[in-house]
Structures are given as C-alpha cells and as structure tokens.
C-alpha cells in the first residue's frame, strides 16, 4: 500500500522562491560592476577634456584681448598725440618761422644753391602753415596792428597835410589785418576742430580698453566657475569609481569564497 506525503511550503518561501535569490545573498556579477565603472571613466575623461577646453578657451581670449589692447593702446597714443600737437603752444611761433626760414633762404642764396632756396622755403611756409602757435602770435599781432591801425584812423584828421596820406595807409592795413584775422579764425577753428576730433577718439579708445578689461574679467570669472564645478563632479566621481571598486572587489571575494 503506497502512502501519499504531501509537503507543506510556506507563502513566504513561495513568494520568494518566485521573486529569484535573496538580495541580502545574491552576489553583484563583477563584470556588471566593471562596465559601470568604465562609464564612470568615461564620464571623468569628459569632463577633463571640459576642463582642458576651459583653459585653451581662458589663453585664447587672454591672447586675443591683448591684441585688441594693443591696437586700442596705439589709438589711444595717437588721438593724444593729435590733440596736443593741435594745442596753441605745439610748434613754433611766428617769431621762430620767419626766423627759420629767412635763415634757410639766406643760407641758400650764399651758397648758391637756388633751387634748394625755393624747396626750403616752402617746406617753411608749410610748417607754418601747420604750427597753431604760428597762428595764435600771429593773431595776437594782427589784433595788436589793427588798434594801433584804428587809433591812426581817427588821429590822422589832426595831421593837416599827413591827414590823407596816414589815413589811406591807416585803412589799407586795417583791411589786411582785417583779412589775416579771418584766415586766423579760420585756421584756428581747424585745430580746434580737429583737436575735438582727437579727443573724442581718445574717450572712445579708453572705453574701448575699458570694456576689453570688463569682458575679460567677466570671461574669465565665469572659466573660473566652471572649472570649480567641474572640480566638484570629479571629485564627485572619483568617490563614486572608489566605492564601486570596492563593491567590485567584495563580491569577487564573495563568490571566491563561495
């Protein structure tokens, strides 16, 4: 006569025979752990190429802005420049031209160099030409004939037989002073002029070279931030590759024991 047995399983080890292995014994295939740790490597050597790009980024924009300060600076240098050199005391006055170039031309003439004397005395005329102090003395000697010019004017009626005579001349150097006082307004009015202009290109560089160093500044901070966080996730992953190691090497140990 044959006897049934009938066996009695818990729910408890039903369910967890269906479910797989107990977690608190099953063994993290090491494999699995390596190919994580690899996509952590991965990760740290994005990152480090970031932080590389970071610095060729933080060189190129130093080179770049010095190139930029450089021209500004030549602007700069040279708006200065124009500007003093439009001032009333830049060049020689009117004293110092006529007494150049009759040097030049007298000097020429004795030496009979003709030609030379023509060139040279052009090349005066043009440097006084272009001296705002030539223009301000002769401004100031124009204003000084045409007193005395007017003062003759109104004396000459008192010379009985001179009267006719100094009046005439009394009136024609009024209006040549007259005339030279205008080219003097003139020509003065052009280094004014032109000195505005270079002042203004100077303002205009500064801020140039202002911003320049603000933007590089600015740029440079943000490189800065970045590479800090960039430092943070590092460090970030190197504890997260150290613990992994060390779960890898505690379930080889598992399974060698095992």
């Not at 025979?17 to 050597?45: I, R």
């Not at 006529?98 to 009979?112: F, N, S």
């Not at 008192?158 to 003139?186: I, N, R």
Request: aromatic share 4%; hydrophobic share 40%.
């Amino acid at each position: 006569m044959l006897s049934t047995v009938t066996l009695y399983t818990s729910p408890a080890s039903s369910a967890a025979s269906s479910l797989g292995p107990d977690p608190s014994t099953a063994a993290t295939d090491p494999q699995e752990l390596g190919g994580f740790d690899d996509g952590l490597g991965a990760l740290y050597s994005a990152i480090c190429d970031l932080q590389q790009l970071g610095v060729s980024s933080g060189n190129a924009l130093v080179l770049q802005n010095e190139g930029l300060e450089r021209q500004e600076q030549a602007a700069l240098q040279a708006a200065q420049q124009r500007a003093q050199s439009d001032q009333s005391t830049s060049g020689s006055g009117l004293l110092g031209c006529i007494g150049k170039a009759v040097g030049d031309v007298v000097g020429d003439l004795v030496h009979l160099r003709i030609g030379k004397a023509f060139s040279d005395a052009w090349s005066d005329v043009g440097q006084a030409w272009n001296s705002p102090h030539f223009w301000s003395d002769l401004g100031k000697v124009l204003t000084d004939v045409s007193m005395v010019s007017g003062v003759a004017t109104e004396v000459a009626p008192l010379l009985g037989p001179l009267a006719a005579p100094v009046e005439a001349v009394a009136q024609c150097t009024t209006a040549v002073a007259t005339a030279g006082q205008g080219l003097v307004h003139f020509r003065t009015g052009e280094f004014a002029a032109d000195a505005q202009d270079a002042q203004a290109s100077a303002t205009l560089a500064q801020d140039h070279l202002s911003l320049l160093a603000t933007r590089e500044q600015q740029s440079l901070s943000d490189l800065s931030d970045q590479s800090q966080t960039q430092q943070g996730s590092l460090a970030a992953l190197v504890q997260a590759i150290e613990i992994n190691d060390g779960t890898s090497l505690s379930a080889a140990t598992f399974r060698i024991r095992g």
